[in-house]
């Protein structure tokens, strides 16, 4: 293991430890996510205002990197438009599967940078994306409630 995964493991514990914005948002719309593969369990709350994204909360349980790529999310999408949401989600998707040139938007990823080993695990790829599946029902206009 080297320096850099070591670091990128730390965010992973640190977030699935200390989940940010964790529990339910008041006046927001939600959606949620299941991930029969593993158990992963998750429920979004997004408040979009003029089409952006003012506040994201989430909550679940399951294991860490699906919390922990739904904690990383909640901090990076907040006050950005629908579509630039959409967009980072896109470049994770490319991250998280290794397709495209999936080092060219780590910039705009931040801290989900360090789920980027994901793609070596094919059957924990659903683990670190179902968060962001599930933003995206709410981005979509296709939320349950
Ligand atoms: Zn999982």
Redesign the pocket.
């Known amino acids: 293991m080297s320096d850099l995964d070591e670091i990128y493991q730390e965010v992973i514990l640190d977030h699935n430890k200390h989940p940010r914005n964790f529990g339910p948002l008041e006046g927001a719309v939600k959606a949620e996510g299941y ?1 029969p593969l ?1 158990g ?1 369990k998750i429920t979004i709350y997004v408040r979009i205002e003029d089409d952006v994204v003012a506040d994201v909360h989430f909550e679940g349980a ?2 860490a ?2 919390q922990a790529s739904a904690s990383v999310m909640t901090t990076l999408l907040r006050g950005k438009t629908r579509d630039e949401a959409k967009k980072i989600f896109s470049y994770f998707q490319d991250l998280a599967t290794g397709s495209g040139d999936p080092e060219e938007h780590l910039a705009e990823l931040g801290e989900l940078a360090a789920l980027a080993g994901i793609r070596n695990f094919p059957t ?1 790829i659903k ?1 670190a994306t179902l968060a962001w599946h599930t933003m995206k029902m709410i981005l979509d206009g296709k939320e349950s409630s």
């Open positions: 991930n593993c992963d399951g294991c990197i699906s924990r683990c």
